[in-house]
């Protein structure tokens, strides 16, 4: 019973002199004036100069999209938009923003527009789509204004096949809606 004591007292004391070591030498490694803001210090400056020399080429942030994806309903615009969206370098803003259609969104600034778009890299485009800028006639001065190099693309289909899945789609909506008063 006693010498298991000694024992346990012998290892933690051992323990604690290695334990004691490491710390010395630490030390002795960060030199006599080593301070915990001097260490603090000097991983900013590392994080500064990573910031300019690194960052900027994979910087993410919000853009101004450079597509505008437009059709009509049931035209496949979402198809298209989840399609492009599968490429690494197509970031999609993933709601309809509505912004050059509608004079509220629109009188919200382009700023605005800009945080309604997903964060990127400098390398990356981005695309927006909103089927109803198709059908506004104030879309197209509203787009040129703000970047007369924006490309548009417009998805189209088969009118017939359209008016049946648009028909189709209105129709079992009309049915729920019904259906809930019944
Ligand atoms: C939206 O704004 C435009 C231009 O200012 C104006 O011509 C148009 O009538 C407005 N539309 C609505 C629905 O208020």
Avoid at 80 to 89: G, S, V
Wanted: hydrophobic letters at 40%.
């Amino acid at each position: 019973m006693e010498f298991t004591r000694v024992k346990l007292a012998l290892t933690c004391l051992g323990l604690i002199t290695i334990v004691i070591i490491q710390i010395l030498y630490i030390s002795s490694k960060l030199g006599v004036n080593c301070d915990i803001k001097d260490v603090f210090f000097k991983y900013e400056i590392d994080k500064n100069f990573k910031s300019n020399e690194i960052l900027p080429a994979i910087e993410r942030r919000r853009r101004l999209p450079d597509a505008l994806i437009i059709g009509v309903r049931k035209g496949g615009t979402r198809a298209l938009l989840d399609a492009m969206a599968l490429h690494p370098q197509i970031k999609a803003a993933r709601r309809e923003v509505h912004f050059f259609d509608q004079n509220e969104t629109y009188s919200l600034g382009i700023e605005w527009y800009r945080q309604q778009m997903p964060f990127s890299h400098s390398g990356q485009l981005t695309i927006e789509k909103t089927p109803a800028y198709f059908a506004s006639s104030i879309t197209p001065s509203r787009v040129y204004q703000l970047n007369k190099n924006m490309k548009i693309i417009i998805i189209l289909r088969d009118p017939v096949i359209r008016t049946i899945s648009d028909f189709t789609q209105v129709s079992l909506k009309l049915k729920k809606l019904t259906n809930k008063f019944i």
